[in-house]
């Protein structure tokens, strides 16, 4: 069974830095079969894609949304089966609970973690 569990979310002050992690256990397949997604939801508000990575090759293969574009770094760690979200010169508005994702390039299959929260405050 496919197990998802993300941590180091925590409270921060404007400008802090914050380091998650999402490991990923119960695969059958290396992790750079799937791809990994961070997503985010603040309170009253839709959940969001922050971040996403194909495989650990080629920089092309990333994405960020603009709001965290130049602040936020992903990256993953295949042998660990760990995905993980640099987040940097955090504000106020980065306060939500933060979801890691994991689906296969191929077959059936979309993984989600329970969620870890980060709140931005003075």
């Known amino acids: 069974q496919v197990h998802i569990v993300e941590s180091g979310g925590g409270l921060v002050q404007p400008g802090g830095s914050l380091k998650l992690s999402c490991v990923v256990s119960?695969?059958?397949?290396?992790?750079?079969?799937?791809?990994i997604g961070w997503f985010r939801q603040a309170p009253g508000k839709e959940r969001e894609g922050i971040s996403c990575m194909m495989s650990s090759v080629g920089d092309g293969l990333t994405y960020y949304a603009n709001s965290v574009k130049g602040r936020f770094t992903i990256s993953r760690d295949n042998a660990k089966s760990t995905a993980y979200l640099q987040m940097n010169s955090l504000k106020p508005e980065d306060t939500g609970v933060y979801y890691c994702?994991?689906?296969?390039?191929?077959?059936?299959?979309?993984?989600w973690g329970q969620g870890t929260q980060v709140t931005v405050s003075s």
């Open positions: 994702n994991a689906r296969p390039w191929v077959g059936p299959g979309d993984y």
């Open positions: 119960g695969l059958t397949l290396d992790l750079d079969y799937y791809a």
